[in-house]
């Protein structure tokens, strides 16, 4: 188990590079760090007067590039050759409280606010061109996350009241699942078969091919505001405020391990992309790495 305790706020985000040797991580009090294989830390961004909270990470897929979002919009910061920031988006940036990448070009970004109801809109943005793609949708409580499966180009998010949209972006006809209370945290399944979503207490799994609620994973004494699939589809993990992560088996929706760390209050979490390690971060402003097998 690794513990790294750069970050001064809550860790809102974490990312793994594609190849599994870097991880990012974004805090409320806007820095970002990228640590390599070793485990040094490089930053990005730093603490400063006029810094917005980064709630949201993303690699591209052949990792050239990290994508980040928070409160000043989102922007693209490319790794290769020079280390430069390129700026993509309106030219009045709106506040992104979620985002993901479903490819190469694409990026689908969740305007809102995390805490608050206000107007928002989910949207995609093509990084070749700089252009907003058509459709997108005005949320008139804003979207507080998002998930994707690239393979299958789905695209899911939760609104900031009970409402979660499932959108397959090449059919474009996305649908709603209503929910008891609002939904924190949204993960898809390699395959895009099933949706987990952090709902109060507990994460409800969805069966996307027939539209209902196949289970409800409860055990946590707290809000659940993280979850993330392996890789593999076969175990979900689950972050929350009890300070606890819990690993489950997708299939029979039982409890595998609980995992607690000095990190406080679960806020995010991200596979390594062989699934042999996962990062937590918490409010605490530490991460923790951990191997699970």
């Known amino acids: 188990m690794l513990l790294y305790e750069d970050h001064k706020a809550v860790i809102y985000a974490l990312a ?3 190849d599994g040797s870097t991880l990012a991580s974004g805090a409320k009090d806007g820095t970002l760090i990228r640590r390599d294989a070793n485990g040094q830390p490089q930053s990005l961004l ?31 910061h490319r790794i290769e050759g020079p280390r430069t920031w390129g700026v993509i988006g309106p030219q009045k940036a709106e506040p992104v409280a979620a985002l ?7 990026v689908v970004v969740g305007i809102g606010d995390r805490v608050k109801r206000n107007r928002g809109k989910l949207e995609l943005w093509d990084l070749g061109t700089g252009q907003r793609r058509t459709p997108y949708f005005d949320e008139p409580n804003g979207v507080r996350a998002v998930a994707v499966c690239t393979e299958q180009r789905v695209v899911a998010w939760a609104t900031g009241h ?9 059919k474009r006809s996305p649908f709603e699942l209503m929910q ?21 207490y507990s994460v409800r799994l969805f069966d996307l091919n027939h539209r209902r609620l196949r289970m409800e994973l409860k055990g946590h004494k707290g809000q659940v505001s993280a979850v993330a699939f392996s890789p593999d589809g076969v175990t979900i993990a689950t972050g929350s405020w009890d300070q606890t992560v819990k690993l489950w088996d997708t299939a029979t929706g039982q409890e595998r391990i609980t995992f607690r760390w000095p990190i406080g ?20 402003g530490r991460v923790v790495v951990w191997d699970l097998e």
Do not use: M
């Open 265 to 284: 209050r679960v806020y995010c979490l991200s596979y390594a992309p062989d699934g042999l390690r996962l990062a937590a971060g918490g409010d605490l």
């Open 46 to 76: 730093e603490r400063g007067p006029l810094s917005s909270p980064i709630h949201a990470l993303g690699y591209l897929p052949n990792g050239s590039a990290l994508v980040i979002g928070g409160g000043f919009g989102w922007l693209e």
């Open 162 to 170: 009970r409402k979660i949209c499932v959108w397959n972006i090449v």
């Open 180 to 200: 008891p209370k609002d939904c924190l945290a949204l993960a898809l399944s390699p395959d895009g078969q099933h949706l987990a979503a952090a709902v109060d």
């Open 16 to 18: 793994f590079a594609p």
């Open 100 to 106: 993901a990448v479903l490819g190469e070009q694409t």
